[in-house]
Structure formats: structure tokens, C-alpha cells
């Protein structure tokens, strides 16, 4: 829809410095709103790979581009307190949490929307990959167009209220396209490579990042049937499904394949270990969530759906049924590999994300 100069609604854009962005807020001024930038600098740390130096530059150049104002704020206390403290939590009990999850609950669609709000704006925007609609039961969260860039997983735990001020332009575009309008448009990041790693923090050799905060609490390594095969450098380093970094060589009596994490053991600190990606116990059957966050009716009977236990995995079709607490079992149709405690499942109908909930606990096919 296209705004008249007099009614033009002003939409503060959440400007990384990135190319997806740098698009949101082109397609909404030509759209007619009255648009302006924020750039949010969240980590304090300035080293080797903390790039928000230079992605405050860019997007001062996009902004200049686009002739829109720009706003900078720190929002480093927040996230630190609401972000990084849980997910140091999560890794000390031997979980691999999502930061990105709480990133964008905590952060992004809650003190920088609320931050916005104050500064006039009637809409919020960003350059996630998906789409909101309007439906019988208020607004709804669906898959982005492009499945491979489809951010719905990471917005799982965003509060319905948060999201109806807000713009996703990107919904309907896959990433080819949205570079193609950032190269017409002149934009000076129409090219520049996509952001990984933590959010906020970057892409970082992780083992080295986590044990500046965490320390160290070696124990054994351990074969499925209790056979001790090397140490480990704590719980915490590890996740799920990981292959590198055992340190684990070849033995004469066992079978020439790389070994995978399948499990830890709190209680005795131990970690085990299996050979081959598709061995069984890397094999799960269902799991169980804590309270589970609805961006839908909640459940009250069980039901078939689409879940996701990881970001860019294939919805997979399943039944879900309600638990005491407020909690999700989920019973997959077919087994999943690496199902970890800590991440997110997140549940679909069809293109609609229904929420997510924290995993638990997962189930073997015995279970």
C-alpha cells in the first residue's frame, strides 16, 4: 500500500548494516511511509570479531542513501542481562540454548520496538524472512516465501501484541531478488556476505569465546557401552550431534567412521560418544517441551502438525498433545537426528508458526 505525504506513518527499521535491512527500508519508503533507521550496537566488546564498527558505516551509508535519518542506541545491558546471562546458564547445566530466540523476544521486538515507539515511530520493521497476516484470532506468523532464508523458528517466542506494530517487508521475496533491488537501488551493501554466528556477537571460534566466562570441568569421553575412549574439556563445550573437536583417533578393533556426540551425563560428567552419523541413539522419537509459548489458540487436544527442532530443517509432520504446566509432547512420524535439550521445537499448520517451547527432554524409540 502507498501512503499520501499528509498521512504518511512514520516506521522506524531496524538497520544492521546488512543488506536485508538496507531493502526493508527502501521497499517501505517507496511504499510511502515516513521512514528512519536505528542502529543497535549490543555487544561492549570491541575485538577482532566484533564487526559492529564497521556495520554502523554501512548502514550510515544506506541511511545517506536513502536520505532517512538515523539513530544509534546501545542496548548491551539488556542484552547481557535478559540474552547472554541465560544462555551462560544454559551451557553451565550441559544444554545448548538458542540465543537468537531471546535475542529477538528480549531485544529486538521488545526494548528496541518499546525504543522506537518513544521516538514517535507507529511501526516497527526489520528484515527478517517472513510474513504477518492478519487472521479471525488477531495476527498471525507465517513462513517466509523463501524457505532457505525462512526466519519464523528464530520469532517462535515474540509476543502476539509485539507483533502487530510491526513490518516484515521481506515476506514475499527470496534472497536473489532482494540483492537485485539493493544493486538497482544503489545501495552500497547490495553485496555484502550475510551475518552468522551469534546474534549481536558474530561468528567467533565458539569453544574459545564460551570458556572466557565458562570454566573448565574435564571428564571422560565414553563409547555407548561404557568403554573410555579420551577427556573432555566440560559439558558445556559440547552439544549434541557435534563432530569435531573430540580429539578422538581411530582404533585398530573399531570401524573406520568419525564419532558424534549422543549424549551427556551430568551426574558422572561424562560424555558419549557413537561412530556414524546415522547411528541409533543420535536418533530421537519424540520429545517433550517446557511451557510452551502459543502464537496461536493453545492446544487442548492433541493434534497433527509441522514441527522444526532446528532452524532451516524441513517442517516435519508430527502429533503434538498438550501436557500439565502448560508443556508439549511431541511424537515425530518419523525419528530425528540430534534432538537437543535447550533449543527450540517449534510447531507449524501448514505455513502458520503456531510457537515454540524450550526441548526438554527427548525420547528413544524404548521410551
Known amino acids: 500500500m502507498r501512503m499520501s505525504p499528509k498521512s504518511a506513518p512514520c516506521v522506524i527499521v531496524g538497520l544492521s548494516g546488512g543488506v536485508d535491512s538496507a531493502v526493508a527500508a527502501l521497499i517501505l519508503k517507496e511504499q510511502g511511509f515516513d521512514v528512519q533507521g536505528l542502529f543497535m550496537s549490543n555487544w561492549e566488546e570491541d575485538d577482532a570479531y566484533c564487526t559492529a564498527a564497521q556495520d554502523f558505516q554501512d548502514a550510515r551509508a544506506v541511511a545517506r542513501e536513502l536520505a532517512i535519518p538515523l539513530h544509534r542506541v546501545s542496548f548491551a545491558a539488556e542484552y547481557r542481562a535478559r540474552v547472554f546471562e ?41 528484515g527478517h524472512y517472513a510474513r504477518l497476516a492478519h487472521g479471525p484470532e488477531g495476527m498471525e506468523l507465517h513462513r517466509a516465501r523463501d524457505a532457505a532464508k525462512d526466519q519464523t523458528y528464530f520469532l517462535c517466542a515474540v509476543e502476539r501484541r509485539q507483533l502487530e506494530r510491526v513490518l516484515m517487508p521481506l515476506g514475499d521475496l527470496v534472497k536473489e531478488e532482494v540483492r537485485e533491488r539493493a544493486r538497482r537501488a544503489g545501495l552500497p551493501v547490495f553485496d555484502k556476505p550475510d551475518s552468522t554466528g551469534i546474534c549481536f556477537i558474530g561468528e567467533r571460534p565458539f569453544r574459545e569465546f564460551l570458556s572466557r566466562f565458562l570454566p573448565e570441568a574435564p571428564g571422560s569421553i565414553e563409547s555407548s557401552d561404557g568403554e573410555q575412549l579420551g577427556q573432555h574439556r566440560g559439558l558445556a563445550f559440547y552439544t549434541i550431534g557435534q563432530r569435531t573437536g573430540l580429539a578422538i583417533g581411530g582404533r585398530r578393533d573399531a570401524a573406520q567412521q568419525p564419532w558424534y556426540v549422543a549424549a551427556k551425563d551430568p551426574a558422572r560428567n561424562a560424555l558419549i560418544v557413537v561412530q556414524g552419523r546415522d547411528h541409533p541413539l543420535l536418533a530421537r522419537t519424540g520429545l517433550a517441551t517446557g511451557p510452551f509459548h502459543w502464537l496461536a489458540r493453545p492446544l487442548d487436544a492433541a493434534r497433527r502438525c509441522g514441527v522444526r527442532v532446528r532452524h532451516r530443517q524441513p517442517v516435519e509432520p508430527a502429533l503434538a498433545e498438550p501436557r500439565p ?32 517451547g524450550v526441548i526438554e527432554q527427548v525420547m528413544a524409540a524404548d521410551t
Open 86 to 126: 541465560h544462555f551462560l546458564a544454559e551451557h553451565r547445566a550441559g544444554r545448548t540454548p538458542n540465543p537468537d530466540v531471546l535475542c529477538n523476544r528480549e531485544v529486538k521486538f521488545g526494548v528496541a520496538l518499546r525504543h522506537a515507539r518513544r521516538l514517535g515511530a507507529e511501526w516497527f520493521a526489520t
Open 325 to 356: 504446566g502448560g508443556a508439549v509432547r511431541i511424537h515425530f512420524d518419523e525419528p530425528q537426528r540430534a534432538v537437543t535439550p535447550g533449543q527450540y521445537a517449534v510447531l507449524y499448520d501448514g505455513t502458520r508458526c503456531l510457537g515454540g
